[in-house]
């Protein structure tokens, strides 16, 4: 059966290129883009928000992943405008890019324009026959998140009875996510919505590198990655350690920070703690319990909310919660031996389908380093059947399988130990017993570029759908 997606409508843009029009956008910023003749969508995008600071207006149109890559694999011929929509039998699915947490799913935006205010939800930005035909379940609707982990079934559940109230069967509605997130159907066996799932990081990686020499990153420096002529055996270098936290309301990422305390890693590694979220020294010390157990983490917490933020290369830099792809320091791995990749998710997501980011895809293997991953359960493996290698046995990565998360950072807390307490000669040694895994590392994700991470949603809407009438 055929699938053919839909989209709102072209506009010409300041080059005359005439490009597909994400759907996402209100019905009146829609109407101000068909009235002009070119459209500069990033000039456009900050004359409104002159008007909406917050920003949260641009929940579903900041990216445009889905459409990227189906244009790049599959082309125009199945692409289609909502006018052009008819019950002929094919499988149409409208995609909306969902550029927040899952949460924006379920929330209620305000948007100012020229002085009116608009009150608007997710459906309201869908076309009525587009709605009409989810709702007869002709169409379907496609949430893009394969950006992000999936991670929170809770919140997926209460979006499945904002569907079943707005008159649309969960059925009807595919996700995609960084994972597959079985979980949510383990907690939710009578759940209806469709997860399906794609990574999406190693194919940006190979265009970004050829970028680095080129072009200033959002932190102000051209960016370049580590090599094999780098590689100097004769040379200690002089860290031990480097591990890049920016966003800690992710709770496992205040645990290195304890670690980092503990094992006195500050002085000996490279560390960066940027964004508290609002966390005091109170929360801290409860949150490392968490983790931890019981303890005695009061003057640790102390020390490490006196600590944060603590920078490496963001000084100056006023929004410290994102940055891009474009920012590599090359000099950072060069002088580190081993990266601990604090992942998206740790405690939360999924055991066997673990989300996996540019943490883990760009940092430490573009860049030829070991890495201990805190992360989910199997990551390792994943990589492991994603035709990367690791570590074991020189590093030790039982921890992977373990599912419990307490247990699972004890186990990472012992191999960290036993790493801090080698000398600079015992981690030189070690790095260069793994550098053909390395180079293997760093090769491999280069051919990531001509995968389509949306082969696998293809497959799954076929599989679902095709035999519908």
Not at 14 to 40: C, W
Not at 67 to 83: F, S
Not at 197 to 209: A, F, H, K, L, T
Not at 411 to 416: A, G, N, P, T, V
Request: net charge negative.
């Amino acid at each position: 059966m055929n699938i053919k997606v839909v989209y709102s409508g072209h506009y010409r843009d300041k080059f005359g290129i005439d490009r597909y029009l994400l759907n996402g956008y209100h019905p009146e910023i829609k109407r101000m883009i068909a009235s002009q003749g070119t459209v500069d969508l990033a000039a456009l995008h900050r004359t409104i928000d002159q008007e909406n600071p917050d920003t949260q207006w641009r929940a579903f149109v900041s990216h445009g992943n889905f459409l990227q890559y189906y244009l790049k694999h599959r082309g125009v011929d199945d692409t289609v405008l909502v006018e052009a929509v008819v019950n002929d039998g094919s499988i149409y699915v409208y995609p909306i890019e969902i550029c927040y947490a899952l949460e924006s799913l379920l929330e209620q935006y305000s948007l100012k324009l020229n002085g009116v205010e608009y009150q608007y939800s997710l459906l309201d930005l869908i076309e009525p026959a587009i709605l009409k035909g989810v709702q007869q379940g002709w169409i379907k609707l496609l949430l893009n998140s394969i950006h992000d982990p999936l991670e929170h079934e809770d919140c997926l559940n209460k979006f499945e009875q904002y569907l079943i109230d707005n008159s649309i069967d969960p059925a009807n509605v595919i996700l995609v996510g960084g994972n597959k997130f079985d979980r949510y159907f383990e907690k939710h066996p009578e759940a209806r919505l469709k997860i399906t799932s794609g990574y999406i990081i190693p194919n940006q990686i190979e265009d970004r590198v050829k970028e680095f020499d080129s072009v200033v990153g959002s932190l102000g420096y051209k960016s370049s990655i580590v090599t094999e002529q780098d590689l100097d055996a004769a040379q200690l270098r002089p860290k031990k350690f480097i591990c890049l936290n920016r966003n800690l309301h992710r709770a496992h990422r205040w645990v290195m920070a304890y670690f980092a305390v503990k094992y006195n890693l500050l002085d000996n590694s490279i560390f960066s703690f940027l964004v508290r979220h609002g966390a005091d020294s109170d929360k801290i010390k409860n949150t490392i319990g968490h983790y931890l157990g019981p303890g005695d983490y009061d003057s640790a917490a102390e020390k490490i909310d006196k600590l944060v933020p603590y920078e490496i290369d963001t000084y100056g830099v006023e929004n410290k919660n994102g940055f891009t792809l474009n920012n590599n320091k090359k000099d950072f791995y060069a002088n580190t031996y081993i990266n601990i990749v604090t992942e998206t998710s740790f405690e939360r997501g999924d055991d066997h389908s673990p989300f996996i980011s540019e943490k883990t895809f760009l940092h430490p293997l573009v860049n030829l380093q070991p890495f201990i991953c805190v992360g989910n359960p199997n990551t390792i493996k994943t990589l492991n059947d994603l035709g990367f290698k690791t570590f074991h046995p020189l590093i030790d990565e039982s921890y992977d399988s373990c599912t419990n998360f307490r247990e699972r950072m004890q186990l990472i807390e012992r191999e960290i130990k036993r790493l801090s307490e080698m000398s600079q000669q015992q981690l030189h040694d070690l790095y260069y017993a793994l550098v053909d895994r390395l180079l293997h590392n760093q090769q491999h994700i280069m051919t990531f570029r001509n995968h389509d991470p949306f082969e696998t949603t293809f497959d799954d809407i076929r599989n679902w759908y095709g035999s519908q009438k």
